[in-house]
Each structure stands twice: as C-alpha cells, then as structure tokens.
C-alpha cells in the first residue's frame, strides 16, 4: 500500500498532465485563429506593426499559470489530506 503522501503527489501529476494537455490543445486550435483575425483587423489601420508571437505565447503562459493556481492548489490540498481524519470531523 503506497503512502497517502506518495500518493497524492502521482495523483496530483496525472492531473496537471491531463489539464495541461488541454490547455495546449485548446491554444493549438485558438493561436492560429486569433492570429488570422488579428492580423485582418490590423491591416484596417493606417500604420501598421508586424504581429509577434510573444503576446499570444504569453498569454497562455499566464493563463496556465492563472489556472493552476486556482484550481491545482485547492485540488493538492484535497489530494494530500488524509480520509479518515475527513471522516472523523464529521
């Protein structure tokens, strides 16, 4: 029987995996598509900017990151607590 420690630390990086393959999924879709759209809107302007990757890579940088801490810290303690000490407080 593994260590409820042990055990919350391999549940918790089958989980970033899974999100995180969606997170990078969802921008392979999304990151051409807003770049097309972006670069047709800017084309409307008399002065015109070439478009980089850094603001679009940034931003889903940050939305990992935002992500991560709002639902991976709630989903580690939960991971890590012990059941029969939940079972006992109630």
Not at 16 to 31: D, N, R, S, T, Y
Not at 73 to 90: F, G, I, Q, R
């Amino acid at each position: 029987m593994p260590d409820p420690q042990e055990w919350g630390e391999r549940r918790w990086d089958h989980w970033a995996q899974e999100f995180g393959l969606m997170v990078c999924v969802a921008a392979i879709i999304g990151l051409p598509i807003s770049y097309y759209y972006m670069s047709r809107w800017l084309e409307n302007f008399a002065y015109h900017i070439t478009m980089t990757p850094f603001p679009f890579l940034l931003s889903v940088g940050l939305s990992l990151i935002i992500i991560m801490l709002t639902v991976g810290y709630p989903a580690l303690l939960a991971y890590t607590k012990n059941p029969a000490e939940m079972l006992v407080s109630e």
